[in-house]
T-cell receptor, first 118, second 110 residues
Framework: DAMVIQNPRYQVTQFGKPVTLSCSQT?????MYWYQQKSSQAPKLLFH?????FNNEADTPDNFQSRRPNTSFCFLDIRSPGLGDAAMYLC??????WGRGTADNEQFFGPGTRLTVL | AQSVTQLDSHVSVSEGTPVLLRCNYS??????LFWYVQHPNKGLQLLLK??????LVKGINGFEAEFKKSETSFHLTKPSAHMSDAAEYFC????????FGAGTRLTVKP
């Protein structure tokens, strides 16, 4: 089945120790998104890729970076995790018809990676 | 600019009774509207979507929603709640940017 896969499902890191979360998709979608979701809150968009074009949200901290080496994979790098970065990180994909790289079509979500910062 | 407001942060129903989760939106465009469901420690799953076709949209698991332009609403309903419906529900407006509502937690009592 076509799907969005996130690894690992649970990640524990230490304060200030860099961490990388991964996302892969078999849907061949041209847009990939990273969201941060804290407890009892809606997902917050960090950034997205339209093909290879990176689009950062204005309020995303510089501590968060992303890479998309090919259509199928996208990585979220947290350079120096703080206690406030503990959250669920969701990857999503969509196929953009308008070419604007944002949500003109439904998004397909992975199961998420829960990050704990000690 | 777009925005979406979910009118109830928490809804509690008894199993077998109807479910109503309310969503109002604001958009300068002709929006696409979505309802997603999230079970604990899981990703979001699409329940249904409205994309300017039929105003009454049927989704998975017996859910449906009606797009009412005059009321700028897109409420989610289900005739009979099941225990497995207990989850967080998000209303989303799209076009070109995506905006999430704050979410409604649905509790289903036996």
């Amino acid at each position: 089945d076509a799907m969005v896969i996130q690894n690992p499902r649970y990640q524990v890191t230490q304060f200030g120790k860099p961490v990388t979360l991964s996302c892969s998709q078999t849907l061949n979608h041209n847009v990939m998104y990273w969201y941060q979701q804290k407890s009892s809150q809606a997902p917050k968009l960090l950034f997205h890729y339209y093909d290879k074009d990176f689009n950062n949200e204005a309020d995303t901290p510089d501590n968060f970076q992303s890479r998309r080496p090919n259509t199928s994979f996208c990585f979220l790098d947290i350079r120096s995790p703080g206690l406030g970065d503990a959250a669920m990180y969701l990857c999503a994909t969509s196929y953009s018809l308008w070419g604007r790289g944002t949500a003109d079509n439904e998004q397909f979500f992975g199961p998420g990676t829960r990050l704990t910062v000690l | 600019a777009q925005s979406v407001t979910q009118l109830d942060s928490h809804v509690s129903v008894s199993e077998g009774t109807p479910v109503l989760l309310r969503c109002n939106y604001s958009s300068s465009y002709s929006p696409s509207l979505f309802w997603y469901v999230q079970h604990p420690n899981k990703g979001l799953q699409l329940l249904l979507k409205y994309t300017s076709a039929a105003t009454l949209v049927k989704g998975i698991n017996g859910f449906e929603a009606e797009f009412k332009k005059s009321e700028t609403s897109f409420h989610l309903t289900k005739p009979s709640a099941h225990m497995s419906d207990a989850a967080e529900y998000f209303c989303v407006v799209s076009g070109p940017d995506m905006r999430f509502g704050a979410g409604t937690r649905l509790t289903v009592k036996p």
